[in-house]
Each structure stands twice: as C-alpha cells, then as structure tokens.
C-alpha cells in the first residue's frame, strides 16, 4: 500500500498542529461558534446528538493493521469501545471530547492518518472498490489513481471552499461496487480507441433529496490528463455551481440545470485552456506510484474446493462470505459487520485488534472496508480460509449474509445524528428478527437493503433493490419504502411503492414485497430484475391489500 | 486611522481608499467597482491616479481581463466563509491572464483562510485587528504542498507536482 514520504508527513503533522491551535482558539474564547464551526467541519469533527463526532479518512477504504490497531485504540482510550465504517470507508467515532480531537489526530498522524476534508464543502475521501487488485476481470487496479487524486485533492488551494461537499469514486472492473453513478464525479479505467487504458469520466450523480445517475462527460480521457480534467470540473462547478440555496448547490443540480451538452462544453472549453498548464502526470510519477501497489507475495498455490465435505454453516459462510481471487489458490474473505443485534457497520476495539492480527496472520497485513459497510480481507490462502472461518466465528464476524437481505447498508440515525427522523439501526433490528432463517435469506438470493434515517441519504436508500427512508410524521417515526433502485454499473433510482409505514409494520411490508418476487420470479432473477420486469403494480398491490395485523 | 493591511508578508498602512469611502486627496490611490469603472471608464481614466478594481464574486475575471493594464490593484470580495470563487477569480487573474500587480482579498477574510489565498495568488489581505498580528505565522501553517502553484513572495521548502517524488 502507499506510504507516506516526507511531504505527506510534514502536511499530516502541521495539519494536526492547525487544528490544535484552532482548538485552543475556540475554548478560549476566540473563535466564535460559527467561525469554529466552518473549520472543524473541514475536518471531519460534527457536533452530534449526544456528543462530536469525528470522521477520520480511510483513503479507497485501505487499512494496514497498524492502522486498524490505532483506530481500536482510539476507540478505547477517546470513544466507548467501538467505531463505524460508513458508505464511505470511513470510521467514525461517535463519542470523542472536543478536547480530546487534537490529541486523536496526533495519534492517527503516527500511523499515517488524518481527518482532513472528511466532512465540510471541499473534496471528500476518495472511495474504489473493496475488491480492487484482486478481482478476476479487472482492467487496471485503481487504488494508484485514488492516491494521485487524494493528493491532488489534500488542501487544494482553490477548491476548498466549493458549493458544497465532492465525492469521488474511481473503479477499474466491469461491476461497480463503489457506486460511482451516484457520486459528484466518477472516474472509470477503461481502453481507449488505441488500447491504452485511461479514464471515463462521469459527472452529477448524487442522493440526497434529489437523487441522479451520473451521466459521461467524457468517453476517453489519456491518463496524463486525470487531474487537469478534474481541475477543470471543479472550476466551472466551483464557478457556476449554486450558492444561494443548499440543497441546490450539488454539482448534480447545475449539470441538470445547464443540461450535459452546455456542462460537457464548459468544462472542455475550461480543460482545454488547463490542459498543458495545469497539473499533469508524467509516466515516471506513474510508475511510482504505481509501485505502491505492487502485488503482495503470493506463494504459487493450486485451487482448491476448501468447503468440500466441510459443515453447512461453513460451506454457507464460504459460498456469502468469500469471493474470487485472481490469482490462483486465494480467496477474498469478508468480514460481515452486520450480525443480528449490532448497528450495521459497527466493530468494536477488540474486533478490530482480533482483524488486525487476522489481517497479519491471513492476509499480508492489510484490511479493507467496503462500501456496505463490511470488512474484506483480500489475500486469503483459500486452504487457511477454514481456520480463519473459526476464528471469526467465534469473534460474531462470521454472519454469513453477505448480500443478501440482512446485510443491510444503514445510516447511524435518531440513535447518533442530529439530522436523522428515525432510528435506522432499530429498523435493522426488527429487520434481523423477522428474517432470520437463512434457508430463506438464500432462496432470495442478492438483494440490497439500504437505509436512511432522513432525505440526506447516507444510507444510500435510493439505490437499495429495496430502500427504506425514515419520514417525520408529527414526531412520530414512519418509513417510505422503495423498490428497484440499483447501485452497481446498471444503477437506477428506486420507486416508492406507496404511502410510507409506521415502524413496527416495516419487516411484514418487506415480507409482502418478497412474497411478491418469490411468486412471480423466473428461474435465476434476482429481485432486482423482477420488479424491473413487473414495475410496482403488483408489488404495491400486495403490500397495500390488506392491513397488517397489529 | 489608515486601514492595516497584510501585504507581502508585512503589515502595512493601507494608501488604497475604495471610491465609496469619504473623500480625502483627489490624486490618492482609488478603489472602483466594477460597475462604476464600467459606467464611467473615461472618467476614472482621466482621473490620473492609480487605480484599483473591486471585484464581485460573480464577476467573471475573463470580462474584466482586457482592462486590467489600468489596475495596479484587484480586489476580490469574500462574502461569507462558504463562498469561495475568489480562490477561482485569483488563480485565474495570476495563471491565465498574467495579473503582476497586488491582488488583495476583502470581506470575510480570517488568518485560516490565508494559505489557501496565499496559494492562489493573493498577496494582500484585509483582517480585523485581532487576525492581523497572528496572520503572518498563519501564512506558514504549512511549509509543504501537493499542488503546484504560482503564488507570489511564499516559497516552500517542499513542494512537488503529482503525484510525490519519495
């Protein structure tokens, strides 16, 4: 994995240095709420329900164990024991003392972390995906270019005072488990007409209360001129983007508002003034960095069917819980995060120093968050894939559903955001208890269930095959349920069924929505595909035909 | 009392007074906005003092780009803490259309800001009293960078292109 080299050092400590004067200046009176509050926000740290809470990056979701063994010991020493990955493979801390927040990331500057542009209207955390590196039909890894554009991004002078807040992802495989059609910009590798790989690059995708599907604003970018693209993107939104109205201000409103032909001329007429004065990447910078991600030592190993003849609840596991390698003889091994009773996404500090020895023992000391809010370790040795399976077991990170419906991608909600309507985490609750037979969780094959407990859709709901979004009701707590929303290379924007639920009738309505698909479905169609195929009607007709039973 | 300003790195009384404060010397160094330079550009030319120009975040820099051979002085005005298309305006004024004279930002303008400005080419900069002291030391929070920039009288001890030379 990537390194840091004197340069990141020195920005990470004096950055550390900045926010503890500001800090200082702040208790002391000097700053005034509002003056603090438009510079902790440039650093992850919120003021929450109960107490701040402080996002720290996790660049494209990459962890080494050193790494996950400070997060565990943050979240002993500064939290109440635990941490959550979110949708952006971060961790978030939900109980730090703004006193102690210096002191936090001094410690995460010793193993090469910080909390900057983690939350605040500038660059976010770039995000790819988990299984970059290692997936069979990859055309190119691209954790080299997250770590070109972090760089680029860390403290950019121009835009760090956007409209609002920029998130990209970059993938390098056909399936898109990073969810780039709905974030501000994606990047995708792919060949150009001559066979070099470069980019596709998309724009205005986003959730929230107004939810879009990224649309290409270029076919074919040369990889020299990633960032000076990028610059040009961010200067015609930082430009023209909206400031008057917030929940305008997203880039996907001005795409939208220009329309994509007059954005895509924008920024080409923008790129092609930048394009040989901007910043641009020479192949030896390439290379470099490029070597940061060499590939680990990988003994020369056979295929094996590890499962045969092994118990059920292990060949289950093996079946959910791992997935293809590229090379032969390892296995990518998930750690699911969403047992039964605990809040999706949460690890507490022994988990995380149990994954972190795994990750040691396993997996060439490396651990991956993912998107939906689980663990991955990448470089299994599929014959050692028994024994880890104990361990975790025995640790409660061995749920075997992942992708099916209790691996639900949930928002921390009423419990901890000051923002939410709804307690998403009791709804993944009540989720877990009516669907727990895993007979059945199987027989329903893939199926994403995505929470948000209120319209800024950290949950992701819009692009759940099911969604659930927390509505206000007087004060009391109801849910607006979609369907056929879809996050992947054929994402599409979930439709609500019908009018939203009171809490205690959400796991029957998604139980009539599967009755539904079970019914109806054809031989391998995953839900996702029936209701594309069938539209609401009938779904909504099931769900509203009768009562439900108090 | 004169206006305190930050200006290469120093501060310093500011000569400058903008066309909307009381009057004093009729050869003293003037600030006009751009709709007053527009309306009366002959005027303001005949004038025979320096002139500065007050710029609007709105404005875009490529209408004013032609005249800017009669300023020795762009002001850019920063309305709030969330609006940042100065830093756009400033870069542009420096990069593309090769502005060499004092580039000042006005309105909401805090120590925390500087370095940011200071990397996108501004080289003057209006605080309050209780910033202006400190606003020397803000301007060297970071001695190193990842973006390349042209940012004038700032020189850092690290500073590469993309991605990082080990």
């Known amino acids: 994995m990537y390194r840091y080299d004197l340069t990141d050092k020195t920005?990470?400590?004096?950055?550390?240095?900045?926010?503890?004067?500001?800090?200082?200046?702040?208790?002391?009176?000097?700053?005034?709420?509002?003056?603090?509050?438009?510079?902790?926000?440039r650093n992850g740290l919120y003021i929450q329900r109960h107490a701040p809470m402080l996002r720290v990056s996790i660049p494209y979701g990459l962890l080494s164990s050193t790494q996950l063994r400070a997060l565990a010991q943050i979240a002993r020493r500064y939290d109440r024991g635990y941490g959550h990955f979110t949708t952006r493979q971060n961790i978030q801390y939900n109980w730090p003392k703004l006193e102690a927040v210096p002191d936090i990331l001094a410690e995460l500057a010793e193993v090469e972390m910080h909390a900057i542009q983690t939350s605040g209207n500038c660059i976010r955390n770039i995000t790819s995906d988990h299984l970059a590196g290692i997936t069979p039909n990859e055309l190119a890894d691209p954790r080299p270019w997250c770590e070109i554009i972090r760089q680029w991004a860390t403290f950019h002078p121009e835009f760090s005072y956007l409209p609002r807040k920029f998130k990209i992802a970059v993938t390098g495989a056909p399936q898109d488990r990073a969810a780039s059609l709905v974030h501000d910009v994606g990047v995708h590798i792919v060949r150009g007409p001559e066979g070099d790989l470069g980019f596709e690059i998309l724009a205005g995708g986003g959730l929230g209360r107004t939810p879009i599907i990224g649309q290409v604003v270029r076919e074919f970018l040369p990889r020299q001129h990633l960032l000076s693209y990028l610059e040009a993107v961010l200067r015609v939104y930082n430009t023209e983007g909206r400031r008057d109205n917030l929940t305008k201000a997203r880039i996907k409103i001005l795409v939208r508002s220009l329309g994509l032909e007059e954005f895509k001329r924008r920024v080409e007429a923008e790129w092609e003034l930048l394009r040989d004065g901007g910043p641009s990447i020479d192949d030896a910078q390439v290379a470099r960095m490029l070597g940061s991600f060499n590939p680990p030592a990988y003994r020369t190993l056979a295929d094996s069917k590890p499962d045969a003849g092994k118990s059920t609840a292990f060949r289950a596991w093996y079946r959910y819980?791992?997935?293809?390698?590229?090379?032969?003889?390892?296995?990518?091994?998930?750690?699911?995060?969403?047992?039964?009773?605990?809040?999706?996404?949460?690890?507490?500090?022994?988990?995380?120093?149990?994954?972190?020895?795994?990750?040691d023992r396993y997996s060439f000391g490396e651990i991956r968050v993912t998107h939906t809010q689980n663990l991955l370790l990448a470089d299994v040795e599929q014959e050692s894939t028994h024994e880890l399976w104990q361990i975790l077991e025995k640790a409660g990170l061995a749920t075997p559903n992942i992708g099916t419906l209790t691996d639900i991608i949930c928002c921390p909600g009423l419990d901890f955001c000051s923002l939410a309507n709804?307690?998403?985490?009791?709804?993944?609750?009540?989720?877990?208890?009516?669907?727990?037979?895993?007979?059945?969780?199987?027989?329903?094959?893939?199926?994403?269930?995505?929470?948000?407990?209120?319209?800024?859709?950290?949950?992701?709901?819009?692009?759940?095959?099911i969604g659930i979004l927390g509505v206000d009701k007087s004060g009391e707590e109801w849910y607006q349920i979609t369907i056929g929303g879809a996050a992947g290379a054929d994402a599409s924007l979930g439709m609500v069924i019908g009018p939203?639920?009171?809490?205690?009738?959400?796991?029957?309505?998604?139980?009539?929505?599967?009755?539904?698909?079970?019914?109806?479905?054809?031989?391998?169609e995953r839900f996702l595909d029936t209701v594309r195929r069938l539209g609401v009607k009938p779904f909504k007709e099931r769900v509203y035909a009768a009562p439900v039973a108090a | 009392m004169p206006?305190?300003?930050?200006?290469?790195?120093?501060?310093?009384?500011?000569?400058?007074?903008?066309?909307?404060?009381?009057?004093?010397?009729?050869?003293?160094?003037?600030?006009?906005?751009v709709d007053a330079w527009r309306a009366e550009r002959d005027r303001w030319i005949a004038r025979?003092?320096?002139?500065?120009?007050?710029?609007?975040?709105?404005?875009?820099?490529?209408?004013?780009?032609?005249?800017?051979?009669?300023?020795?002085?762009?002001?850019?005005?920063?309305?709030?803490?969330?609006?940042?298309?100065?830093?756009?305006?400033?870069?542009?004024?420096?990069?593309?259309?090769?502005?060499?004279?004092?580039?000042?930002?006005?309105?909401?303008?805090?120590?925390?800001?500087l370095f940011f400005l200071a990397r996108c080419?501004?080289?003057?900069?209006?605080?309050?009293?209780?910033?202006?002291?400190?606003?020397?030391?803000?301007?060297?929070?970071?001695?190193?960078?990842?973006?390349?920039?042209n940012d004038m009288g700032l020189s850092f001890k690290l500073r590469r292109e993309m991605p990082a030379s080990a």
């Open chain 2, 121 to 149: 080419g501004f080289n003057s900069f209006e605080l309050s009293d209780a910033d202006i002291e400190d606003a020397h030391a803000a301007l060297l929070t970071f001695s190193a960078a990842y973006q390349p920039s």
């Open chain 1, 500 to 524: 939203s639920v009171p809490k205690s009738e959400v796991p029957e309505t998604i139980a009539r929505l599967l009755e539904v698909y079970v019914e109806q479905r054809q031989p391998e």
């Open chain 2, 48 to 113: 025979g003092s320096r002139l500065g120009l007050a710029i609007a975040p709105a404005h875009k820099v490529e209408s004013i780009a032609q005249d800017l051979q009669f300023f020795e002085l762009v002001a850019a005005e920063f309305p709030g803490p969330a609006d940042g298309r100065g830093y756009t305006q400033g870069r542009l004024l420096r990069e593309r259309f090769d502005y060499k004279g004092e580039l000042r930002a006005t309105g909401y303008v805090h120590r925390d800001q």
């Open chain 1, 422 to 465: 709804a307690g998403s985490i009791d709804v993944a609750r009540l989720i877990n208890e009516r669907f727990d037979d895993y007979d059945y969780l199987y027989d329903l094959g893939e199926l994403e269930v995505k929470m948000s407990g209120c319209m800024n859709a950290c949950g992701h709901h819009h692009v759940g095959h």
């Open chain 2, 3 to 33: 206006r305190r300003l930050l200006r290469d790195r120093q501060i310093v009384a500011d000569e400058w007074r903008y066309a909307s404060e009381a009057a004093g010397d009729a050869l003293a160094p003037l600030i006009v906005t």
């Open chain 1, 321 to 359: 819980n791992t997935a293809p390698h590229k090379v032969a003889g390892y296995r990518a091994v998930y750690v699911s995060l969403k047992k039964p009773g605990v809040a999706p996404g949460d690890a507490t500090d022994t988990q995380m120093e149990l994954l972190a020895d795994l990750a």
């Open chain 1, 11 to 41: 920005l990470v400590n004096e950055r550390v240095a900045q926010f503890r004067d500001q800090t200082r200046r702040f208790l002391a009176g000097d700053l005034s709420e509002d003056e603090f509050r438009h510079l902790r926000l």
